[in-house]
């Protein structure tokens, strides 16, 4: 006989972990929830950014995210070629979530619970079969049942998988053995030119000898570490110089930028969540905080109403504005980096980060399109007007 929870949360990643944790510290009724996770440990695989959320930074209380944020900065730089902007953000500081802690973190709330139980190393299999009133899972570690089925696998890319463009980047941190970096500063983009590609650098200086270097590549089609590996190889170098440097952990990602969302399932007690379905904002690719967001919400519903909730939509303005960007910036990837700069040099940096983050105010919209240039927008808005150019979605020459 199986056994039956009111919950089953598949996948122990950001958004499984987050709705267990939440779950856990709510007060109220107590479900009784399983998740299962397919790794048997967690590393230190991947590091997220974020604007310090604004009702902290309003408070002046200790920057705090979870288990801590482990660095943040006041300062960022955006870089081309032709120039180079300071964008101060001490009011919002851009901070550094090491996965690790995140995971330990969480997983210390979720275990003080005796409501929550945690399974590490069971391998859900693919298909999950719903019933008259419950779901049952089948894994490498038995069958469970459940009232509400909450699925966070990542769906894998494949050719079908259709996105505006994709964010891919292979990234190493590093230890030098002399003090070289500037640790106040973070480049959040540094491109390189190019006009068949938007590629940058991402360079994170935690301390004078301590560095996350990460090579991006905006483009059609997904793209590999081992694509990307000579590039960051040449960003790493043009860093470092002739100092010596030991590589402590590499991460990499391929994240939708504009992604063609799967229809929902039209089943109230299932709920399809994470970067593969749609909780990544399409113009940046930042998942975290509305994967916080989506868990407090959801957790607070179950509790108090017995509902489950997808993840928010975005408003329908934000999603147009991204839609449009996305398109100008696959139609002319050249453009990429003075569009970039001037929406970062003509918008006041608490309105590009309140942008960024989706927590944009009526008027902060219209700052941001009037920084830009309106001929490639114009031209990307009427295109469909235009005789139909063939659409080819090739590998992009790097
Ligand atoms: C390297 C990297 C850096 C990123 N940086 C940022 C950033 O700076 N800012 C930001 O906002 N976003 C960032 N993102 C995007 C996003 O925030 C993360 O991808 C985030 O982890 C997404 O959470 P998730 O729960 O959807 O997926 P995951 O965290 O990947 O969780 C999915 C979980 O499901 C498990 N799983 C998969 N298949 C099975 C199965 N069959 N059975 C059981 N378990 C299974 C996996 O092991 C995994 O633990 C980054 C992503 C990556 C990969």
């Not at 038995?142 to 996105?163: A, E, H």
């Not at 108090?304 to 975005?314: A, F, H, R, T, V």
Request: hydrophobic share 40%; net charge neutral.
């Amino acid at each position: 006989m199986a056994e039956k929870y009111d919950l089953i949360i598949l996948g122990g990643g950001c958004a499984g972990l987050s709705l267990a944790r939440e779950l856990a510290l709510s007060k109220g009724k107590k479900l009784k929830v399983l998740l299962l996770e397919s790794r048997k440990e967690y590393k230190n695989d991947r590091t997220w950014c974020f604007w310090e959320p604004p009702e902290k930074a309003k408070k002046g209380k200790q920057i705090q995210a979870h288990a801590g944020a482990t660095h943040q900065w006041s300062m960022l730089r955006i870089s081309s070629n032709l120039e180079s902007i300071f964008f101060p953000c001490k009011n919002r500081p851009y901070q550094m979530l090491a996965s690790d802690q995140f995971y330990q973190a969480a997983l210390k709330t979720i275990y003080s619970s005796p409501q929550i139980e945690v399974e590490l190393g069971a391998v859900v299999e693919d298909a999950v079969h719903h019933f008259q009133d419950h779901w049952e899972v089948k894994t490498s570690e038995g069958v469970f049942q459940s009232s509400f089925l909450v699925d966070t696998r990542p769906d894998s890319v494949n050719p079908n998988t259709t996105s505006i463009l994709w964010q891919s980047f292979y990234g190493f941190e590093i230890e030098c053995s002399d003090a070289i970096f500037d640790s106040s500063i973070a480049d959040l983009m540094d491109f390189l030119p190019g006009s068949d590609r938007i590629a940058f650098i991402y360079f994170l200086p935690m301390s004078a000898t301590r560095a996350l270097v990460e090579f991006t590549v905006f483009a059609p089609s997904p793209l590999t570490a081992t694509d990307l590996a000579s590039y960051l190889e040449s960003a790493v170098k043009e860093r470092v110089g002739d100092t010596a440097f030991t590589i402590l952990r590499s991460e990499s990602a391929c994240l939708p930028m504009g992604l063609d969302v799967p229809p929902r399932v039209a089943d109230a007690s299932y709920a399809k969540v994470g970067v593969m379905a749609g909780s990544a904002r399409a113009s940046t690719g930042y998942a975290f905080q509305r994967i916080q967001q989506w868990a407090r919400l959801c957790a607070a519903s179950l509790v108090q109403s017995g509902e489950l909730i997808n993840q928010p939509s975005d408003p329908w303005i934000v999603r147009k504005m991204d839609i449009l960007f996305l398109k100008v910036l696959r139609s002319d990837p050249a453009k990429a980096p003075s569009l970039f700069l001037s929406l970062f040099k003509n918008v006041s940096p608490l309105i590009v980060i309140r942008f960024l983050s989706g927590e944009a105010r009526a008027l902060d919209y219209l700052s941001v399109m009037r920084s830009l240039p309106a001929t490639p927008f114009i031209r990307e808005l009427f295109r469909p007007l235009l005789p139909r150019e063939k659409e080819v979605h090739q590998k992009v020459s790097l």
